[in-house]
């Protein structure tokens, strides 16, 4: 019989999966990838952005438990916006920070979900 984890363990492969397909459809076009407009005014992604962000949640994985979910969020939205192209680091910071409060009140106060508190203890 099936638990209440059947539908997040099914709907956690299934987004897997699909990622999947989209990277090997996004590493194995055969167009180059710039990161300037192409003809049809989609911006181009470089294969680097690409091993970044992917690694940039890796590491937000891995140390979320020490890190705490108010910092690790904010350092995480912080890493993904600057890999993804925001230079300005004041509204990328102001913008990280603005979200992580924001999650961290909707999940932790409004919702009442523990998530780990870190160190900073919040």
């Not at 997040?8 to 397909?21: A, D, E, R, T, V």
């Not at 891995?62 to 890493?79: E, I, M, N, R, V």
């Not at 999650?103 to 780990?116: A, E, G, M, N």
């Amino acid at each position: 019989m099936a638990g209440t984890g059947m539908f997040p363990l099914i709907l956690g492969i299934l987004l897997m999966f699909l990622s999947c397909i989209f990277l090997l459809k996004l590493l194995y076009q055969h167009k180059k990838t710039t990161t300037k407009r192409d003809s049809g005014g989609e911006v181009r992604r470089s294969p680097v952005q690409l091993i970044l962000f992917f690694g940039t949640m890796v590491l937000a994985t891995a140390f979320f438990d020490k890190l705490g979910y108010p910092l690790a969020s904010f350092l995480l939205l912080a890493a993904l916006l600057r890999t993804l192209g925001m230079k300005q680091w004041t509204l990328n910071i102001l913008l990280s920070l603005m979200t992580a409060a924001a999650s961290y009140f909707l999940f932790v106060h409004w919702l009442q979900i523990p998530l780990p508190k870190g160190f900073i203890g919040l």
